[in-house]
């Protein structure tokens, strides 16, 4: 079976990430600066052929996948199972004010606790192992459905982070130690049931004068 080219897109801004608070599954859309890294996103593939373009149905990653399909008149394809991890009690909450309620439950996300649950909130939250198998197993299924073809998925940090130890084979349990940004430009082959890194943390597009010349 033939090879798929996928680009795997991080969602541009958000406010929330602006003030480092934790979004999960809560429906927060893209700020003017995440606009503008969109749109730059955009023209930065607008030279590359995408047979399809499929997002979390997460309005931040809905509004970025389509700026990218739209010059191409390309559908977004939306798919529940690339949104981000869902974190239960924690999401809405800025950092320090997780760390201060749920302090035991903080402490073993931070020790990288795969197996580990945040206390349930308007959603049940998932473990780390939960949501890497959701998100990986996402990922390759729209890459077995376009062989031979090129796609392009926007998704968020934690689908971004998933896929990432998928290609290197890296433990679960890891430190995160490497970027995860947002309209960064993330490449990925699939082949042999496998996903392949290409290329990681491409955000050139997104330098002060690449976005000025969007203005």
Same mark, same amino acid.
């Given at each position: 079976?033939?090879?798929?080219?996928?680009?795997?897109?991080?969602?541009?801004?958000?406010?929330?990430?602006?003030?480092?608070?934790?979004?999960?599954?809560?429906?927060?859309?893209?700020?003017?600066?995440?606009?503008?890294? =969109?749109?730059?996103? /955009?023209? $930065?593939? @607008? &030279?590359? #052929?995408?047979?399809? +373009?499929?997002?979390?149905?997460?309005? !931040? =990653?809905?509004?970025? /996948?389509? $700026?990218? @399909? &739209?010059? #191409?008149?390309?559908? +977004?394809?939306?798919?529940?199972?690339? !949104?981000?991890?869902?974190?239960?009690?924690?999401?809405?909450?800025?950092?320090?004010?997780?760390?201060?309620?749920?302090?035991?439950?903080?402490?073993?996300?931070?020790?990288?606790?795969?197996?580990?649950?945040?206390?349930?909130?308007?959603?049940?939250?998932?473990?780390?192992?939960?949501?890497?198998?959701?998100?990986?197993?996402?990922?390759?299924?729209?890459?077995?459905?376009?062989?031979?073809?090129?796609?392009?998925?926007?998704?968020?940090?934690?689908?971004?982070?998933?896929?990432?130890?998928?290609?290197?084979?890296?433990?679960?349990?890891?430190?995160?130690?490497?970027?995860?940004?947002?309209?960064?430009?993330?490449?990925?082959?699939?082949?042999?049931?496998?996903?392949?890194?290409?290329?990681?943390?491409?955000?050139?597009?997104?330098?002060?004068?690449?976005?000025?010349?969007?203005?």
């Amino acid at each position: 079976m033939s090879s798929t080219n996928i680009i795997l897109i991080r969602h541009g801004e958000t406010a929330w990430n602006a003030e480092r608070r934790l979004q999960g599954h809560i429906d927060i859309a893209l700020n003017g600066e995440g606009q503008r890294q =969109a749109e730059a996103l /955009a023209a $930065a593939l @607008a &030279g590359e #052929r995408l047979d399809a +373009v499929i997002a979390s149905d997460l309005q !931040r =990653a809905l509004q970025t /996948a389509q $700026a990218v @399909a &739209g010059a #191409r008149r390309l559908p +977004v394809r939306q798919d529940a199972a690339l !949104r981000e991890r869902c974190y239960g009690g924690f999401e809405g909450l800025l950092y320090a004010e997780i760390e201060q309620r749920f302090p035991r439950e903080f402490a073993a996300w931070q020790a990288r606790d795969i197996d580990a649950l945040m206390p349930h909130g308007a959603r049940q939250a998932e473990s780390f192992r939960q949501f890497y198998a959701r998100s990986v197993g996402a990922i390759l299924s729209w890459a077995e459905a376009h062989p031979g073809q090129s796609i392009a998925i926007v998704a968020h940090g934690g689908v971004l982070e998933c896929a990432y130890r998928a290609a290197l084979g890296l433990p679960l349990e890891t430190p995160r130690n490497f970027p995860v940004l947002n309209a960064s430009i993330n490449r990925f082959e699939f082949a042999a049931g496998k996903l392949q890194l290409q290329s990681w943390g491409e955000v050139a597009h997104l330098a002060p004068r690449a976005l000025d010349e969007l203005s």
